[in-house]
């Protein structure tokens, strides 16, 4: 059995079972189904409210074994943490692109105002700046959900 959630031409909606699709596309096509509420038979579908289900994920979705699903919820988190990461970065650092390594010197030196700034390096200028004692990280960029 299947429900729709069907809606008559003055919009009243109503839900109706069925024995499966092919049945409700019969009755529809023969006119046989019928508003409850104004007895106008232009029934058509009517959207469908999307129904939340507060089970577990066991309920819905292909079966994954315990493991696979840990791994699959700790890739998930890293993921999050790390665009929360990101966010806070674009938020509150200065971007200053590929001259990162010369801002970062000279923040260090106090050729330039003390502030937050994320760009690149390469590999060599990386390593040069910590050679040279400049504070700095790095983080894996994740790209943003939305691009
Ligand atoms: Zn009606």
Redesign the pocket.
Known sequence: MIVYNL??????V?EAWFRDSATYEKQEAAGALA??????RKIEKALMAPRLSKGTAKDDGPVMTHKAAMETKKAGEVKKALGELRQKIEENFDYVGPRFAEEARKIHYGEADSRNIYGETSDEQAEALSEEGVDFGQIPWVPREDS
């Open positions: 809606k008559c031409r003055k919009d009243h109503f508003c409850p509420t104004c007895g106008n």
